[in-house]
């Protein structure tokens, strides 16, 4: 049998943060890491009118980050790209509001993942917003749709219901051409390496650059490119 | 000799299960008669993702939040009040700060090391840099690691990586098991080229009745990196535990859930599993406290008490 003694004290209440010094010794360790980066991560890359947030089916911060890489990668490709795609579970943190930092870029988007576009018919297009629908929402430019209980309800392309063109230029990554995600995206579009060998960090941060440099800032927002439906 | 009791304290197992007394009480307070009594606090951690340093104080959902040198602090602070601890992580280590894409690793190890963890279970980011990157990692552990469900062929990870450990602690054998996910949907192939798959349930729960029949464990600990639970009935920790008979506790990781406590699911023998996830980034230091009364010569237990500190490592 245990008697009961008194209620545990605990030397601070639970629920109401707890300031902890830091160890010493463990800054010991990190400093040498950490001093011969500081300086390149901490360098403010652009500034942002809002925080940047993620959320399905459609987030602040995934809408952000596809519209300037699908603008960035326009600009640098010298061709149109119709469609950028990530992941949701690829962008790693959210943005606050003011400095972005290089840090950032990098929490945001760890991976050594690629750019890679695809050539894809309507078809194929089609089939992809199908699967993004399944899963709830995405990060993604230049479509508007609409899901009712999982299902594909509609979808445009840059404002063009009927998708007359025949081929639409998707830009995505590596990571989620080659079956990642619990394979997102079953492509059977052609494949176009566009440009070569740019990661996808590499092209965030080339595209808040530019804005940057033309005196621009980032406008995080969501404006309905993604829609949850319910038939009456 | 078990006596349920109601306990205010929210932070407390609900009425209904046998809760056996306080692990905190100050050593004065247990007296000759209490000798046979041993206790056991467990802090864990899952899925640091290289949070080495605090997230900015401007970040949307974590402001000034985490950092390794503040969760090392409060680890030693809480080995101060109750002498030694049984710290444990459960994969995802690396990858999510620059600090991995320019040091590959090699911080996260020397300070889990520094910190007294005492075993790990790997996680699929932490295959990120393929099996040699792996390796140069596990060389620098001073802690062992666990899987028991990966087959790891001839890719020479099996020499780094356990089934299973016993770990004696405050008198008492702890046998700790590790489970895995699936790494080929998530993974590039080259990453884990000759890493084979297995169901984790079958195997975990023939390591755990090793561990408790021949090796004499008092508490089996499973280090999953499976996830918390998944709507479709993919294998998680909920499914873990309700299909297995040999487990105590699941330790989680991966799908980074911020549970606010521990959760409670009935094993095949109808038994309480206890499973834990605290979420990502070291913002939370889970903790899990165990009281073994042996008095009579009847062990009762194991829980005496559980709890999860919630935003303890803030500003």
């Excluded at chain 1, 639409?168 to 440009?195: A, C």
């Excluded at chain 2, 000759?32 to 056991?40: A, D, G």
């Excluded at chain 2, 089934?163 to 489970?179: A, D, N, T, Y």
Aim: proline letters at 5%; a neutral charge; aromatic letters at 6%.
């Amino acid at each position: 049998m245990v008697s009961q003694g008194p209620e545990p004290q605990l030397p601070y209440e639970i629920g109401k943060g707890y300031l902890t010094a830091e160890d010493a010794k463990i800054e010991a360790i990190i400093a040498p890491y950490r001093e011969p980066l500081q300086k390149s991560m901490a360098e403010t890359l652009c500034f942002s009118d809002a925080s940047a947030t993620k959320e399905l089916p459609e987030g602040s911060l995934g809408s952000l980050i596809t519209d300037i890489l699908r603008n960035e990668m326009s600009l640098q490709s010298n061709s149109s790209i119709d469609i950028c795609f990530l992941n949701h579970g690829g962008l790693r943190v959210e943005w606050p509001k003011g400095a972005i930092t290089r840090s950032m870029v990098f929490e945001l988007m760890p991976f050594e993942n690629q750019l890679q576009v695809i050539q894809m018919n309507t078809t194929q297009v089609e089939g992809m917003l199908k699967l993004i629908a399944a899963k709830g929402g995405s990060p993604i430019s230049g479509i508007r749709m609409e899901i009712e209980n999982g299902q594909l309800k509609s979808w445009s392309v840059n404002g063009d219901p009927k998708k007359e063109k025949t081929l639409y230029n998707v830009l995505t990554s590596d990571y989620l051409v080659n079956g990642g995600d619990s394979y997102l995206l079953k492509h059977e579009g052609e494949l176009k390496v566009i440009p070569e060998n740019l990661k996808v960090r590499s092209g965030i941060e080339a595209a808040i650059t530019r804005i940057h440099q033309e005196g621009k800032t980032l406008k995080p927002a969501k404006d309905g490119r993604i829609q949850k439906v319910t038939t009456p | 000799m078990e006596e349920s009791r109601k306990l205010p304290r929210r932070n407390f197992l609900k009425a209904g299960l046998p809760i056996l007394g306080m692990a905190f009480l100050p050593n004065s307070v247990w007296g000759e008669s209490m000798k046979r009594e041993k206790r056991l606090s467990i802090l864990h951690t899952n899925d640091w993702h290289s949070r080495i340093d605090p997230f900015p104080v401007n970040d949307p959902k974590f402001p000034g939040m985490g950092g390794a040198a503040r969760r090392s602090a409060l680890i030693n602070s809480i080995r101060e009040e109750v002498g030694e601890v049984l710290l444990l992580d459960a994969g995802d280590i690396v990858q999510g700060t620059p600090y991995f894409n320019y040091y590959a690793g090699v911080p996260e190890i020397r300070l889990m090391n520094e910190m007294g963890y005492e075993c790990a279970t790997l996680g699929n980011h932490d295959f990120d840099n393929g099996i040699e990157g792996l390796k140069k990692l596990l060389r620098l552990a001073k802690f062992p690691f666990v899987n028991c469900n990966y087959d790891f062929g001839q890719t020479g990870l099996s020499e780094f990586v356990h089934k299973s450990v016993v770990i004696k602690k405050s008198g008492l054998r702890i046998g700790i098991v590790g489970v895995g996910i699936d790494l080929k949907p998530l993974l590039p192939a080259e990453n884990i080229l000759g890493i084979n798959y297995n169901h984790p349930v079958e195997l975990a729960d023939n390591e755990a009745k090793r561990l408790r029949n021949e090796d004499k464990c008092d508490l089996v600990i499973c280090l999953s990196h499976l996830g918390y639970e998944y709507s479709d009935g993919k294998v998680s920790d909920r499914v873990l535990a309700s299909q297995t008979r040999y487990i105590d506790l699941i330790i989680g990781g991966h799908t980074h859930t911020f549970l606010e406590k521990p959760m409670q699911t009935a094993n095949l023998e109808g038994r309480m599993v206890t499973i834990n996830q605290v979420g990502w980034a070291g913002l939370r230091l889970g903790r899990i406290n165990y009281l073994f009364s042996n008095i009579n010569n009847t062990k009762s237990g194991p829980i005496s008490q559980i709890e999860v500190f919630k935003k303890s490592i803030a500003i």
